[in-house]
C-alpha cells in the first residue's frame, strides 16, 4: 500500500489552487509600502481563504454535532470524603505541575544555549528520558546522535542540538531493577 501511494504521490496530478482575486504588480508594490502586511502574508490568505470557505459548511456541522454532545454530559460533583482530594487542592496542584514544566523548559533551553553541552551531552552518554513532562516515569536512554536544528534558535542565536535518543527503559519494568541491570553491566 506504501508503494502505492508514493507513486501516486510523485506521478499524480497537483493540487489545483484557486485563488479569490489576482495579484497584480500594483498590487505587489502597495503592499511594500505596507509596514504590518508581507507580501507571502497575502499570497496565503489569497489562496487559504478558498479553502477555509469551502469547508465551513463542514466545520460548522461538526460543532454542532460537538455542542450536542456536550450538553448531554452530565455534571458531576466534586466527592466529598476524606479519601479524596479537594478541588482547589487539585487546581492548585495542576497549575504547579505547569510551573514546573514551563519552567523545566526554560532551564533545557537555557542548558542547550551553554558552551559545555557539547562535552555533558555526548553520543553514548546515558541520560534519563521524560516522554512527558507531568509526573511520567524517567526511561534510561543512551545518545545515538546530535543534530543541529536550524529552524529553533536560543537567545544568542545559536542553533539548538537535536538529540537522537536509543529508549533503553520498559516502563512495565520496575525503574530500581533497570537501574540494577545497568549497573550490572557497567561493573563487569
Not at 506504501?2 to 508594490?29: D, H
Not at 496565503?44 to 448531554?72: D, V
Request: contains cysteine; charged residues 25%.
Amino acid at each position: 500500500a506504501g508503494e502505492l501511494e508514493l507513486k501516486k504521490l510523485i506521478t499524480g496530478s497537483a493540487t489545483r489552487l484557486q485563488s479569490q482575486f489576482r495579484l497584480t504588480y500594483n498590487m505587489i508594490l502597495n503592499l511594500l509600502r505596507v509596514d504590518e502586511m508581507k507580501i507571502e502574508d497575502m499570497i496565503r490568505r489569497s489562496f487559504g481563504e478558498f479553502h477555509a470557505q469551502a469547508a465551513l459548511p463542514n466545520t460548522k456541522a461538526l460543532l454542532k454535532k460537538a455542542s450536542k454532545a456536550c450538553t448531554s454530559l452530565d455534571m458531576v460533583e466534586w466527592p466529598v470524603d476524606n479519601d479524596s482530594f479537594k478541588e482547589t487542592e487539585v487546581h492548585e496542584y495542576t497549575a504547579c505541575v505547569n510551573e514546573a514544566s514551563k519552567i523545566g523548559r526554560y532551564i533545557m533551553g537555557k542548558v542547550q544555549e551553554s558552551h559545555s553541552v557539547s562535552t555533558v551531552l555526548s553520543v553514548g552518554r546515558p541520560v534519563l528520558y521524560y516522554q512527558n513532562s507531568a509526573g511520567d516515569v524517567p526511561q534510561i536512554a543512551i545518545i545515538c546522535d546530535m543534530k543541529n536544528a536550524p529552524q529553533k534558535f536560543g537567545a544568542l542565536g545559536k542553533a539548538k542540538k537535536k538529540l537522537v535518543l536509543f529508549v533503553l527503559h520498559n516502563k512495565s519494568m520496575p525503574m530500581d531493577e533497570v537501574v540494577g541491570r545497568l549497573q550490572e553491566t557497567t561493573q563487569k
